[in-house]
């Protein structure tokens, strides 16, 4: 069974086991590092990833449930997703990043909800955050960085009337 | 090798192709939140499977005269989008908007939730219930109904052999409500899950994730029946009436799941009551 679907925009095909997780190909075959593999079963989501616009875990999805289907790394939304790049600018400037290991996965599912949601407060960023899991900083400041977006969307798009 | 590697996952289109898959030997793939975690649990995946997620007719939620039907496919997502208007089926609805995680719900179905047989901390199965629902199988005679209490009971021996297609909640549900204690606020397995619904005047009550398999609390429904509801007084009847063994788990021993029955009883009452549930 061949699996072909758009990889950051590029065609991918996939001969392999089509049990493979999307995490391994990722990591192994494409050398996208940027995808971390570290739970492995849903529950701290480094392996964030998008699959058709929408953030799912690498680690649970299989290869071969991709075909014709759209697929977005960290790698991807750093160069092609504007809310992505808010998003890794203000986690550096509150410096919210230390091991690095949550990070891409906290991106790759916030900016979707940044896009979405702009008017959320504190406590919708967090139940946005639900499935990322971080064991360095604590999860305030980078609460405190999506906040910091949120505003800045506002300003850019101009006061309400 | 080459062809082995082919067969190993087939995509179906239909109810028949996945039948006549199941039939073949293969192991049925829902989103595969649960299965793809076998390594992880020591476990080895399935040699050859079956998607079901591209079945057109396993994806609905329709709203019949007299019930709501929920195919096996639909996603937690997508069944929280398809009936959070629906005010007397809050219970469900929370069941599926607040297990797992946002990532998790966006792939897992409600069929591969009812059908992972080990999977104690399942929020489907005390919501539905509560609600009075009914399974939908496909078996090789034929369609095949089962009420939800004996598909649970009977799972581990009825699947192998038959296709969850999807399931039915009567539409004579009046109020549902549900309350689930994760040991983290959210994102987690639930120590214990208590779901509660009127259905045709009567109340249902059922208990997840402390026992191996949910189960209804008639005990207490009855010490209930005819009575107005109150919270407090619930409660204190649900302490004088457990009856749950509860089994012991990474997250919480069973004694602390049979413990905390009675506040989530209170919570969840107070939750029937107001309209409300989360």
Redesign the interface.
Known sequence: ?STTFQLNGETCRF?????T?LIDLLRCQRFMTGTKAV?????C?AC?VNVEG????A????V??L?GLSVMTIEGASRYDAEAQLLQAAFERVDAVQCGMCFPGMVM?LSKFLRETPRADRNAVK??M??N?CRCTGYERIVDAVMECLAEAHSAGGADV | MHGIVEERLIVAETIEEARDALRQGRAVLAGGSWVMRAPVRGQALPERLVSVGRIAALSRVEVEENEYVIGAAVTHFALTEALRDVPQLTGLVTAAATSANPAVRRVATLGGNLCCVDFAASDFAPALLACGALVYLETAQGPATLPMAEFLARRAEVLPRALLTGVRVPRSVRASAHQRLPMRKAGDYPVAIVSMAICGGELHIAVGSVEPIARRWTVLEQALDGRTLNPERAAELAATLNDFKGRDGIEADGWYRREVLPALVRRCTAALLSGESK
Do not use: K, N, Q, Y
């Open positions: 069974m001969d392999g086991d089509p049990m997780p739970c492995r079963e849903g529950f989501g964030t929408e953030p799912v875990l680690c649970l999805r299989p071969g449930l075909e599912s139940h946005a639900v499935g899991i």
